[in-house]
């Protein structure tokens, strides 16, 4: 997001933040514009989470005409259509979004929560990850999302065939005060997983890390560099081609997250997450997933959030060129 000339001028001290974003027409990205971005980037999950039309209104008064959203694979374009994806669950069920981490750069914030669903009697149904690109125009109005949720696994936890977590007080991660040449060291490591696992060079991703880190995915926790590495070596057979390609890498303080696409051919059996096998089909998927990564002052990741919905690859929401069925 920053130009290379603000990046030394903060890297000197100075507090200029006068850049114009490719793509974002009149936008100056002043103190004052990111801390309404923060505000808002930060609105959306407790308004939503009211379960009430008054909350509902008060975040389509936040985006742009013409928002583009994308809803785990469900696309749209327009506030009517962001409205229609964001109609609260009625009938006895509450949605909840807990946010566990929202980092903003500029006019981009990346959001790490939980979703939480419950009965109208907090009887937990399920409670999965739910991470989020925002992307604001010029009057901080959300004009592009990108909502990544783990739908795999809460058909698994619904059905019974994965245990719900434990009900627990959701609160924000603290983001350290570091400086800009650091976050910019950051966000260079994060980059570099992506780059690694596309040179099948997937072990160099645990030397990014502490020998101990956190990596947590599809609703578990694990610990240490093989877990991290498995992440990306868990479709080498299943998934032979696969690539992995960031869109955003976006850092704040001493965490980075990044929203990527993975796509490949689904030319080897697939192991789904409630432990199904399903024969290979030889079709394309495409698939959005983010990662959350905190730096220790090391720079090495010591904690690991993936949030990607690892079923997508048995779901025809996720095919490549798929054939109309329709004329
Ligand atoms: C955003 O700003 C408004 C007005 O200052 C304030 O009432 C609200 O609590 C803020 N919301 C968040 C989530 O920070
Ligand atoms: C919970 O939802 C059910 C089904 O819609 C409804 O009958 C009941 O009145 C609700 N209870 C409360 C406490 O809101
Ligand atoms: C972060 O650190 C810088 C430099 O030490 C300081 O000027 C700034 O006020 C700090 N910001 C916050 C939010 O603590
Ligand atoms: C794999 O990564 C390691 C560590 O970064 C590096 O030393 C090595 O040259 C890389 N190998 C390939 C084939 O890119
Ligand atoms: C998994 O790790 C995260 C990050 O440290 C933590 O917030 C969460 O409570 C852990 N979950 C479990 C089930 O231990
Ligand atoms: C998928 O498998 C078929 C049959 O073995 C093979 O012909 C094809 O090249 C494979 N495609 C990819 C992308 O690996
Ligand atoms: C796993 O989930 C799929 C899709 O929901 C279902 O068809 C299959 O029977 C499940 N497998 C097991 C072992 O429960
Ligand atoms: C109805 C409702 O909850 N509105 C809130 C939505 O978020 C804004 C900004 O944080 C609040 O000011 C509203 O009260």
Not at 56 to 80: K, M, Q
Not at 203 to 225: C, F, H, I, K
Not at 226 to 252: C, K, M, W
Request: net charge neutral.
């Amino acid at each position: 997001m920053k130009s290379a000339l603000a990046y030394l001028l903060a890297l000197v001290g100075s507090s200029t933040k006068l850049e114009e974003p490719i793509g974002t027409p009149g936008l100056l990205l002043t103190d004052e514009y990111t801390k309404l971005v923060a505000n808002h980037s930060a609105s959306f999950h407790p308004n939503f989470s009211k379960n009430t039309v008054q909350g509902l209104r008060a975040n389509v008064a936040l985006v742009t005409p013409d928002v583009d959203s994308f809803f785990s694979g469900f696309s749209g374009l327009g506030s009517a259509q962001f409205a229609q994806a964001l109609a609260f669950p009625g009938g006895g069920i509450r949605a909840q979004f807990l946010d566990r981490l929202i980092i903003v750069e500029g006019n981009t914030a990346a959001i790490l929560s939980a979703s939480r669903i419950t009965t109208n009697t907090s009887q937990l149904i399920t409670q999965t990850t739910l991470a989020e690109t925002m992307i604001f125009d010029k009057d901080a109005l959300l004009s592009r999302i990108v909502s990544i949720g783990e739908a795999g696994l809460s058909t698994a936890q619904q059905t019974g065939e994965v245990k719900l977590p434990s009900v627990e007080p959701i609160t924000l991660n603290p983001i350290a005060n570091t400086s800009a040449g650091f976050t910019f060291k950051i966000k260079e490591k994060a980059a570099q997983f992506n780059i690694n696992f596309n040179k099948k060079n997937s072990s160099a991703n645990g030397l990014l890390a502490t020998e101990d880190v956190t990596v947590v995915s599809d609703g578990r926790n694990s610990t240490g560099r093989a877990a991290l590495v498995n992440l990306f070596t868990r479709y080498s057979t299943s998934v032979p081609d696969l690539i992995q390609h960031d869109e955003f890498v976006l850092g704040q303080g001493n965490w980075v997250a990044t929203e990527y696409i993975f796509q490949g051919t689904r030319n080897g059996t697939f192991t789904m997450l409630n432990g199904t096998k399903v024969p290979p089909n030889g079709a394309q998927y495409r698939i959005r997933g983010m990662r959350f990564m905190r730096f220790n002052d090391a720079g090495l990741v010591d904690l690991f959030w993936q949030a990607a919905d690892n079923d997508a690859f048995v779901s025809p929401i996720y095919l490549v060129n798929s054939i109309p069925t329709q004329p």
